[in-house]
């Protein structure tokens, strides 16, 4: 049973920073690309970040210069650092697996992956 957990969420006044987690069991971490989502209310499930299996990251384009994601293949864990916060970033941070290892088409699309966490809330204060 893949299990994916995250924690790190919370309240951060803008401009300030949080650190978001997500423990992955189950699967050979390793070999498997990650992603990070967001959900803020009434809109849809939208990507954040990704970093394959080789370590290449990828951003949207709202948080390039203020997230970074990074793995810890020895932990099973994969981080989202958010600095320079802003009120539009609030939302439910998800993160994701696919159920295939290695080297994947794509890593943009709720699609692309097959096991979710259950969410941590972030929310950024004006």
């Known amino acids: 049973q893949v299990l994916l957990v995250e924690s790190g969420g919370g309240l951060v006044q803008a401009g300030g920073s949080l650190r978001l987690s997500c423990g992955v069991s189950?699967?050979?971490?390793?070999?498997?690309?990650m992603g990070w989502f967001r959900q803020a209310p009434g809109k849809e499930r939208e990507f954040v970040a990704a970093?394959?299996?080789?370590?290449?990251?990828y951003y949207t384009d709202a948080v390039k210069g203020r997230f970074t994601i990074s793995r810890d293949n020895a932990k099973s864990t994969v981080y989202l650092q958010m600095n320079t916060l802003k009120p539009e970033d609030t939302a439910v941070y998800y993160c994701?697996?696919?159920?295939?290892?290695?080297?994947?088409?794509?890593?943009?699309?709720?699609?692309?992956?097959?096991?979710w966490g259950q969410g941590t809330q972030v929310t950024v204060s004006s």
């Open positions: 189950g699967l050979t971490f390793s070999n498997y690309a």
């Open positions: 970093i394959t299996w080789r370590r290449a990251t």
């Open positions: 994701a697996a696919p159920s295939q290892w290695g080297t994947l088409r794509s890593l943009i699309a709720t699609s692309d992956y097959d096991y």
